[in-house]
């Protein structure tokens, strides 16, 4: 993948994440890759309060390529935690 894939191309987000993301000033997977998904989350969020945590998940598995399901099941304590200190 090239850094300027668009995160409209990528597998696991649908168009809803993808305009909250244009929203929040999120297009590409570099941006995504610089930021991170929890970042990436956060400033989301700041844009549309209903951004859940699926769009984390989601995010998550666009950077690691790992079914968001299985994101979601082993990795949730550790990006709520991340998420956590993130916000503090």
């Known amino acids: 993948m090239s ?3 668009q995160l409209r191309d990528m597998k696991g987000l649908g168009p809803k994440s993808c305009e909250m993301l ?3 000033g999120i297009t590409t997977l570099e941006q995504l890759r610089q ?3 929890v970042a990436a ?6 844009c549309h309060s209903r951004a859940s945590l ?3 998940w ?3 598995s666009v950077l690691t390529d790992i079914p968001w399901q299985q994101i979601a099941k082993q990795h949730r304590t550790s990006l709520l935690l ?3 200190q993130y916000e503090q």
């Open 41 to 46: 989350y956060v400033k989301t969020r700041q």
């Open 58 to 60: 989601a995010l998550e």
């Open 3 to 5: 850094n300027e894939t």
């Open 82 to 84: 991340a998420l956590d």
């Open 22 to 24: 244009t929203e929040a």
């Open 35 to 37: 930021l991170g998904s």
């Open 54 to 56: 699926n769009l984390l």
